[in-house]
């Protein structure tokens, strides 16, 4: 019988201070995995299957980008794992595209022996818990003018009244009068939010998104990232994105966003199942367009052939397959009438091309981010894939909710089942429905034009206990185009303001111009006259008397 050999230990190449370096070696060997950790080059037998880099200060970004990339191109195709220490300053969008595979931030050793196994398996890690925001490149109020510091001033205060409202309506007061007055302030300050964004927005679009209030899409700079891509084929970017999706749609969220008034509408347990039980839709479809394995052109015909029953499916689930409910004195299955009395033919305008993105999760296509094709198990791209994907999730249930709603109206038992306790009442619901129809007039005659024409595209951002927007810039000029007469006029005055608006400027500015050589030249001097013929006036009467 033929003696197997036993197997190779995996060596680990080790760079830190003598201190750190005696620590993280015993933490190293302390596992089961059966490594061999060194700390030097000669220590090696062959190549290392891993190289670890933990830094105890905090070098310029490009010097420690330099220095990643020939730690690289030294021990390629060995993985590089940083570990930070706490209080490193370095902002995270900067993080995210250093040249390495892991990235820590002061991890323990339970973490770090798990990170090592990922990594020698072909995977990524990235654990970051919110460095301090990033200082290269960013403007301080002071370095604006008065009129770009005024302006970031005014969104501040607003966006801190809005936070303040949020706080008490949750949970919502007692007295009814109180909760119509904090709703309808919360309506005055989105509106004059709006109204001011409106007013100032060219001037808006050249600041920084940070200036005027605008979340910087898809890698946040002040927040913590956790990211665990376990494979880097297509399975595997869906396995770590559908992870971090769970744990955001399991929380029940609540929009943060006015525009998602039917899917606020919704009881926050069914909220939830109804963005799960998507997410589960999501799943059986992408499985069965990978097994069909399309080409991009049809791909997407197959995507919007698909949506109806998607939505459907999704209802379903969320409804309880087996839930009845009375309706004029007989019990009828929920989930039933709810498909047959619901029409899935409606289409967000507003939802960006898919085909990027179930390109990337079917096939592991590279993705295109901020203008560079980066590989999908980048981490900057699985973010962006993120927002992508909640995107739609949100969207869909929001389209999904609204046929809930109008269903509802018929259907009063069915309220206290699948909607907001106070929308049990026939006039809050019909507030809210009211309220929607104005909302969904509004967006689609002024804002979507106002969005197209500024190339903004908003999408919407699963988080933790919230419904985040994010407004994300890129070309819609074939949209601006099939934009119906009534939004072309909208874009249409904003670009007469755009190009008056320097003209009248300018006459504002020559006649405030003139207006001052009138008081100071003439009147100012025939004031003088007339002030001097009076003193030697009354000099005369005086000499003479």
């Known amino acids: 019988m033929a003696r197997r050999d036993p197997p190779v230990p995996a060596q680990l190449l080790v760079f830190a201070e003598p201190l750190q370096r005696d620590g993280l070696l015993v933490w190293l060997m302390a596992g089961d995995g059966g490594w061999k950790p060194v700390t030097a080059a000669e220590q090696l037998n062959g190549a290392p299957q891993l190289v670890i880099w933990s830094l105890t200060t905090s070098p310029e970004p490009a010097a420690l980008a330099a220095e990643l990339q020939q730690l690289q191109e030294r021990w390629q195709p060995a993985p590089l794992l940083l570990l930070l220490p706490h209080g490193h300053r370095y902002p995270t969008s900067v993080l995210l595209q250093l040249p390495l595979q892991g990235l820590l931030e002061q991890p323990n050793a339970a973490g770090l022996r798990q990170a090592v196994s990922t990594l020698l398996d072909g995977g990524r890690v990235v654990e970051l818990g919110g460095g301090e925001p990033a200082a290269a490149g960013q403007q301080e109020p002071g370095a604006l003018g008065l009129g770009q510091w005024l302006l970031i001033s005014g969104l501040q205060q607003i966006d801190a009244e809005i936070r303040l409202c949020q706080r008490l309506l949750d949970p919502p007061p007692a007295a009814w009068l109180a909760e119509l007055l904090l709703l309808g302030r919360l309506r005055e300050l989105a509106a004059a939010r709006q109204l001011l964004l409106w007013l100032w927005g060219p001037v808006g679009l050249a600041w920084p998104a940070s200036a005027t209030g605008r979340p910087e899409p898809p890698s946040p700079a002040t927040q913590g990232v956790t990211i665990t891509l376990r494979q880097r084929s297509a399975d595997g970017l869906w396995q770590a994105l559908r992870e971090r999706l769970n744990q955001s749609a399991a929380v029940a969220a609540s929009p943060g966003s006015a525009q998602l008034l039917a899917l606020d509408g919704l009881h926050p347990d069914r909220r939830r199942d109804l963005l799960l039980a998507l997410l589960e839709q999501f799943e059986q479809l992408r499985q069965r367009l990978q097994h069909d394995g399309l080409a991009a052109d049809t791909l997407l015909q197959r995507w919007q052939e698909l949506q109806p029953e998607l939505r459907r499916q999704a209802l379903r689930r969320m409804a309880g397959s087996y839930v009845q409910l009375p309706w004029q004195g007989d019990l009828r299955p929920v989930a039933a009438t709810l498909m047959a009395s619901s029409e899935f033919t409606l289409q967000d305008g507003d939802l960006p091309d898919p085909v990027p993105m179930l390109g990337t999760l079917i096939q592991a296509r590279p993705l295109l981010v901020d203008g560079r094709l980066l590989a999908p198990d980048e981490p900057q791209a699985l973010l962006y894939l993120e927002l992508l994907l909640s995107n739609w999730l949100v969207r869909s249930a929001e389209l999904i909710s609204a046929e809930v709603l109008a269903v509802c109206a018929d259907w009063p038992e069915l309220r206290r089942y699948l909607l907001r306790p106070e929308l049990l009442a026939t006039r809050n619901l019909e507030?809210?429905?009211?309220?929607?129809?104005?909302?969904?007039?509004?967006?689609?005659?002024?804002?979507?034009?106002?969005?197209v024409y500024e190339s903004r595209r908003p999408l919407y951002r699963l988080e933790q206990g919230s419904i985040q927007t994010v407004d994300l810039l890129e070309p819609r000029d074939r949209e601006l185009r099939q934009l119906g007469w009534l939004q072309q006029a909208v874009t249409l005055a904003l670009e007469s303001?755009?190009?008056?608006?320097?003209?009248?400027?300018?006459?504002?500015?020559?006649?405030?111009?003139?207006?001052?050589?009138?008081?100071?030249?003439v009147l100012g001097r025939a004031i003088g006259l007339i002030g001097r013929g009076i003193l030697q006036g009354m000099g005369r009467s005086v000499g003479r008397g």
Request: hydrophobic share 45%; net charge positive.
């Open 431 to 451: 507030r809210l429905r009211n309220q929607l129809n104005a909302r969904q007039r509004w967006s689609s005659w002024f804002e979507r034009p106002i969005q």
């Open 497 to 521: 303001r755009d190009a008056l608006g320097p003209q009248l400027r300018s006459l504002v500015r020559w006649l405030g111009t003139l207006l001052v050589m009138l008081l100071t030249q």
